[in-house]
């Protein structure tokens, strides 16, 4: 089950994240972040302000050291490097210089999350005019994470999915028309997923319980020849 | 895990074995990016080349790159509305003020300082005040006592100084002298008036008498219990009654500020003051 969502984004991607998270129905949903490269000038409120206009789940601003919550996007300013710790739970910021020209870097957020939170970690890659991303998709897909790139067709900026695409060839490719329905299904799907899994493990432990039961039943036995 | 990330943590571990330099504070993938940018700009060949010639003691490697490791960002007047309420609100506080003391910790190669010191100057209270300047990082430091920056530095400079909302009469060519072709520094009352020197905050004594202290994008790197620790034992002993503390963006310290008789200027910007 997806615990976290970190979304990647360059010069176009606000449109593209907007359209991906604007349905009605997405008001329950894993934290997701959202690294856009940003000039360190610029207040990132108002980037959230706007967000807050067309979503239905929460949008913050990270703060260093803030615990993720679940049904909030996170947007972070450009003044530090955001990474996550904790097993991927809690915030980082770091203040140095862009990597590659990018600040925060999103090859450092998917970086920081390679760890055993890397499987239950979706991780998409948007529209951009660098190679940022590229890196740590590769490094998130090799530890397990669902790592998906927009599809350089119909992207505003297509070098930063085109690089990703040549760095992670065997990532998921979104479709062309990117909906809003896609993350809703894709989260649904993943719902159902787990609820079978849970369904399954359920009956195994009850079956184990069984088992249990009937190892114990001398005891119950005992217990009979007490009364 | 990969074998540069692999060799990485070697690369950090004989660091600290070999200079006791203990990077844990930081999160490996920075670390490795810092490693990254050090192969590059030492034009070496890989991370094993790097690795190889530590072991084999190349000491002037081995000092680069922890000075590589410990770098931090900085710029002139970065975040300029600190400056401006640093102008505006608080040095009108210290007009007349003997021996005002300003420390900035975590100076890297002394922008914030010199920032500072150039603020004060144009309300003219520089001849009776000093600026402090400290860092882990001995090669900022250099840098920073020098006062010596290049020329792409002074747009810098003049941008974030024109940002300000300072007296029409404030002018900035006063306080600079850049008759050198390629570098500029600071004209001498300013120069005279900044002090630099390493200092480790984490195990170094505090100073005294300080009226404001500029803790800016350090304390950050902390857990909040050692960020807690360093403000009892460096930073509020080092502080006189009513002084301000200045911090980084990330780095409120509003939850804490009746613990620690901090009281916070405006919303959203972390300069309090210190009313013990």
């Given at each position: 089950m997806y615990k976290r969502i970190l979304i990647g984004g360059s010069a176009g991607s606000f449109e593209q994240v907007s359209q991906l998270l604007s349905a009605e129905s997405l008001y329950h949903c894993p934290p997701i972040i959202f690294i856009m490269h940003l000039s360190e000038n610029y207040d990132a409120k108002n980037l959230c302000n706007a967000f807050q206009s067309l979503v239905h789940i929460k949008c913050k601003l990270v703060q260093n050291h803030d615990w993720i919550e679940s049904d909030t996007l996170y947007i972070a300013d450009g003044r530090y490097h955001v990474l996550l710790d904790n097993d991927g739970q809690r915030f980082r910021l770091y203040d140095d210089e862009p990597f590659h020209y990018a600040k925060p870097s999103i090859d450092l957020l998917f970086e920081s999350c390679c760890g055993s939170e890397a499987k239950s970690t979706l991780a998409i890659v948007l529209s951009g005019a660098n190679s940022d991303g590229s890196t740590g998709l590769k490094k998130l897909f090799d530890a397990g994470a669902h790592c998906c790139i927009a599809s350089p067709n119909n992207t505003p900026h297509s070098a930063m999915p085109t690089s990703a695409l040549h760095t992670v060839p065997n990532a998921e490719v979104l479709p062309d028309e990117v909906d809003s329905q896609w993350l809703v299904k894709l989260l649904a799907c993943d719902k159902r997923s787990t609820e079978h899994l849970h369904h399954t493990s359920k009956s195994k432990l009850s079956n184990s319980v069984h088992a249990s039961a009937s190892d114990i039943k001398p005891s119950n036995t005992l217990v009979g020849g007490h009364q | 895990m990969d074998k540069d990330e692999l060799l990485c943590e070697l690369i950090l571990h004989v660091i600290k074995r070999q200079c006791q330099h203990d990077f844990t504070l930081y999160a490996l993938p920075v670390l490795q990016k810092r490693i990254q940018r050090f192969i590059e700009t030492q034009g070496l060949a890989s991370h094993e080349t790097l690795l190889l010639a530590l072991i084999k003691g190349d000491k002037k490697l081995e000092y680069d790159l922890v000075q590589a490791l410990t770098v931090h960002y900085t710029h002139f007047f970065r975040n300029k509305e600190y400056f401006q309420l640093f102008y505006s609100e608080i040095l009108p506080h210290f007009a007349h003020t003997a021996n005002f003391r300003l420390w900035s910790i975590g100076c890297s190669s002394g922008e914030e300082v010199y920032s500072y010191a150039m603020l004060i100057a144009l309300r003219n209270q520089l001849a009776e005040a000093a600026l402090i300047g400290t860092d882990l990082n001995a090669n900022q430091i250099d840098i920073a006592s020098a006062g010596v920056y290049p020329l792409n530095k002074l747009e810098e400079l003049e941008s974030g100084f024109k940002s300000l909302a300072l007296p029409a009469n404030s002018s900035l060519l006063s306080l600079i002298d850049s008759q050198q072709k390629s570098t500029f520094t600071f004209c001498e009352a300013i120069r005279q008036s900044c002090h630099f020197s390493t200092h480790d905050m984490t195990r170094d004594a505090s100073l005294g008498a300080v009226h404001v202290i500029s803790c800016r994008?350090?304390?950050?790197?902390?857990s909040e219990e050692k960020q807690q620790e360093v403000i009892n034992q460096l930073i509020l002993p080092s502080l006189v009654p009513g002084g301000y503390v200045i911090t980084g963006?990330?780095?409120?310290?509003e939850p804490w500020s009746d613990t620690f008789n901090l009281k916070r200027l405006h919303n959203g910007i972390n300069i309090y003051h210190y009313h013990a």
């Open positions: - | 994008n350090t304390l950050m790197y902390f963006e990330a780095e409120n310290l």
